[in-house]
């Protein structure tokens, strides 16, 4: 998957999902949502799965996410409740599907 290739091998895998639900849809979002929440924080690899929605628009939903490492993130995207909860987001969600921007720590000096 390309969406592998790019990260370290070694060390954490921390990242931002971000998407807008469609007019009409936040609280079902917020519920699809919930859900994988529950589902991804039993992920042995899994470090963190935190879900936001932006103060100033109820609509944009944030989810801060960290794995173990590569291979927990792996882990994590071939799990099916992931491609269940993507393929029912793609129809509740303006975007075509979640915005990824991948973290890296900073270091300081």
Not at 48 to 77: M, N, P, S
């Given at each position: ?21 469609r ?10 949502l ?8 039993r ?67």
């Amino acid at each position: 998957m390309d969406i592998l290739n790019n990260l370290p091998e070694q060390g954490p895998v921390s990242l931002i999902a971000e998407f807008t639900a469609r007019a009409g849809y936040v609280e079902r979002v917020a519920v699809l949502l919930a859900g994988l929440a529950a589902d991804v924080r039993r992920e042995p690899g899994n470090v963190a799965f935190d879900c936001f929605q932006r103060l100033d628009d109820e609509g944009k939903f944030v989810v801060y996410e960290i794995y173990r490492d590569k291979a927990a993130f792996a882990a994590h995207i071939a799990a099916d409740y992931g491609a269940v909860f993507n393929a029912k987001l793609r129809e509740l969600i303006v975007e075509p599907n979640s915005i990824l921007t991948f973290l890296t720590p900073l270091r300081a000096g």
